[in-house]
């Protein structure tokens, strides 16, 4: 008996640490737009920092979890209300607000990384990629959304062995490329204060998943496991992160890396096995952004579809298994503003909109959670 509760207690560690990864894990990562453009310039810093912003996130996200775990929270609202107590009916709003502005962001991100991985691969226009990503997201987001869920777990395996199996090799035999860039950008003036902000900006960003994440804590048997799945989620990111780090670090020296939006294309097209490394990387990250896209406008149109249409409608279409008009509506209006902002582009979406999505978190959630932990001793006082 004890020993099938110990192989449930390490199931449910490791499948909430690896929500986590691919949670993290989207079209920006894959890309390689959103950890060039965090952690790129910054010498040989840029193999530290993702660490440290890796066990910043993983402070956060145990205590989150910690919390709901404890106090018996599993929907994002109803933790929220009970995490921020007598200030809930202001600062649960403000969250839900973040919420929403990440549900539009995320899925911008992916039109705007399947659209310039097909640019590079076609050589078509970046908005007639967008237009042709948008179109098989939008059908696949109506007519294909659970078989994506059902396969999410499996696509994400697929795509963590795939970005191995192109990194690694270019890691390797780029070791010379490494050495030199990191001589060369030691060299300038790199500050380490702007490095860890730049770090501090990628991890708070990525604090809104909170709200993904709590609905899992359900599975712990109780609430000290929270806390170590999230240690053991912080190993699994730090190493994809540091992998992809130092495979970028092969190409950082090229004179146009700067202009390039899917940097791990460019890594692949000038490294080893080019022709078919290109055609597996261009692949998986658009394997990737699709299935990020198609999960968040599914969200997007349960939570509004919710509010205008009717039980017996709902039931109506999951019996059937066919979305009737108001759901096919609510898709495409939310495929078109995804469209519409998309079109700023990645770097501009990665290196702007990312960042100021933490400037909106500092107040709502981080600097809130801080006080919680003082305040509480990490949830730990007596009332």
Known sequence: MKNTSKKITISAIMSVAFIWFTTHFGGGFASGAQLYSYFGK????CILLPILAMAYDALFFGYALYFARKHEVYDYR??????YGKFAPVFSNLFEIIYLVTMCLAPAVAFATG?????????????????IIGVFIFVVAIFGSKLVRKVASILSVIIIAGLMVVYIPNIIVGADNISVSLSSMN??????????YSAFLYGTFQLINIAVFVQHSETFSEPKEAKTSMWVGFIINSIMMVMVALGLLTISNEPD?????????FMVQKGVGASFMTALISILIILGAVSTAVNMVAAMVRRVSVRITTEE??????????????????????????????QFGL??????????????????????????????????KKK
């Open 42 to 45: 910054y010498g040989a810093w």
């Open 313 to 342: 409608e709902r039931k109506k279409e999951e019996k059937s298994g066919k979305p009737g008009l108001k759901t096919i509506v609510i898709a495409l209006v939310c495929c078109l503003i995804d469209f519409g902002i998309a």
């Open 347 to 380: 770097l501009t979406l990665v290196q702007k909109a990312y960042s100021f999505l933490a400037y909106l978190e500092i107040p709502v959630i981080l600097i809130p959670y801080i006080i919680h932990m003082i305040v509480t001793r990490f949830d730990t």
């Open 187 to 196: 060299t300038g003036n790199v500050s380490f204060g702007s490095a860890l």
């Open 78 to 83: 109803s933790y929220n209300n009970a995490f």
């Open 115 to 131: 659209g310039a991985t097909l640019k590079e691969v076609t050589g078509l226009s970046y908005p007639v990629c967008t237009v």
């Open 257 to 265: 890396i700067a202009t390039k939006s899917v940097p791990t294309l």
